[in-house]
């Protein structure tokens, strides 16, 4: 048999991405897939039927009922079809195999409806998963494609959910992703085992810590809620109507104004009342956002810094008196 044709950079990223998933699908130990039934649909009605106009056929509808056109091809028929994409790189072959696999995309989708996602979307995102196994797929395994192509399909669905299906992404390093494919899985097993799945428990077996499992169990069992979406039928408001704002109330902000505008001009005042040293002393050292050090203004004037720090202090007692004085309730706005 002749080599398999070679990635391009794009394919090469993207099985990289899979990877790193912690799917390591090449060496996959799969001899069996479970049954991978397709989902009851319903067939398109003919076009001189009554019901047409009443139950029409959903997209959905008709893509499972296109599906049955295409039956499981035999073991044998496989490896033909293999030989022929492999040695020729043959299209058609390649074609032949997706087409008479689009089931299993079809069955792992239906696993994860519950997530609210589309799922014709999950579907879509399956069959990339297909043909990304076509490529990597190895006959000489003896296992049968599609139970290798059930592995790249829900990965490629994993993938999806983990990136649109919330709008706070819940799994961006390997351990959290580890814990979004296996943490409700594993409760599962615990639970069937005849444990109780603990934190610690859950963080042991799938060997990351406590405070992960925690986390990532609190986002899954909750679900983000639209800002925009109405409060109920009746009323035209939304959620974020009734959130109660961040910002300081309107009264507040003007009091608050008013009162940075008082400060401002009796601290104007009172400093016309300084010597040239003091106001120095007030504006370069007490009210400056990066003030003089006591050592700098001492050399500055060729006192101590003692003596600075003297009056410092000084004129903030001053500054604390004059205020006093003319701004009534100080002790109040102070507290």
């Not at 056109?69 to 299209?91: D, I, M, T």
């Not at 005849?194 to 909750?222: C, N, W, Y």
């Not at 400093?271 to 007030?282: G, N, Q, S, V």
């Not at 050292?285 to 003089?292: K, N, V």
Request: glycine share 4%; proline share 4%.
């Amino acid at each position: 048999m002749a080599d398999r044709p070679k990635d391009t950079n794009e394919d090469t990223e993207e099985s990289e991405e899979i990877e790193d998933l912690s799917l390591d699908l090449e060496a996959a130990d799969v001899t069996e897939a479970p049954d991978l039934p397709l989902p009851p649909a319903v067939s398109a009605p003919a076009a001189g039927d009554s019901l047409a106009t009443v139950a029409p056929v959903t997209a959905l509808q008709q893509y499972l009922a296109e599906l049955r056109r295409y039956p499981y091809l035999s073991k044998e028929e496989e490896l033909q079809l293999f030989q022929e994409y492999y040695a020729q790189g043959s299209r058609e072959a390649a074609v032949k195999l997706i087409l008479a696999n689009l089931r299993v995309s079809v069955a792992i989708a239906s696993e994860y409806l519950h997530t609210g996602a589309d799922q014709m979307d999950l579907i879509q995102e399956g069959n990339v998963g297909l043909m990304q196994a076509i490529k990597k797929f190895d006959p000489t395994k003896n296992v049968r494609f599609y139970a290798y192509a059930a592995w790249w399909a829900r990965a490629y669905i994993l993938r999806y959910l983990l990136n649109t299906y919330r709008l706070v992404k819940i799994g961006t390093t390997q351990d959290q992703r580890k814990l979004f494919y296996n943490l409700r899985k594993e409760k599962a097993k615990l639970e069937r085992q005849g444990f109780a799945p603990d934190t610690k428990l859950l963080a042991d077996r799938l060997h990351v810590r406590e405070r992960d499992v925690i986390e990532m169990d609190q986002r899954l069992g909750s679900w983000e809620l639209s800002l925009d979406q109405p409060l109920n039928q009746e009323s035209e408001g939304t959620l974020l109507d009734i959130l109660p704002s961040r910002e300081m109330p309107a009264d507040e902000q003007l009091a608050t104004t008013e009162l940075q505008t008082l400060f401002r001009a009796k601290l104007a005042e009172f400093t016309k009342t300084l010597a040239e040293r003091d106001e120095d002393i007030l504006r370069n050292r007490i009210l400056s956002e990066t003030p003089l050090t006591l050592d700098d203004l001492g050399h500055k004037y060729g006192v101590t810094k003692e003596r600075t720090r003297q009056l410092e202090a000084r004129i903030i007692k001053r500054l604390r008196d004059f205020l006093k004085k003319e701004i009534k309730d100080f002790d109040s706005l102070r507290s």
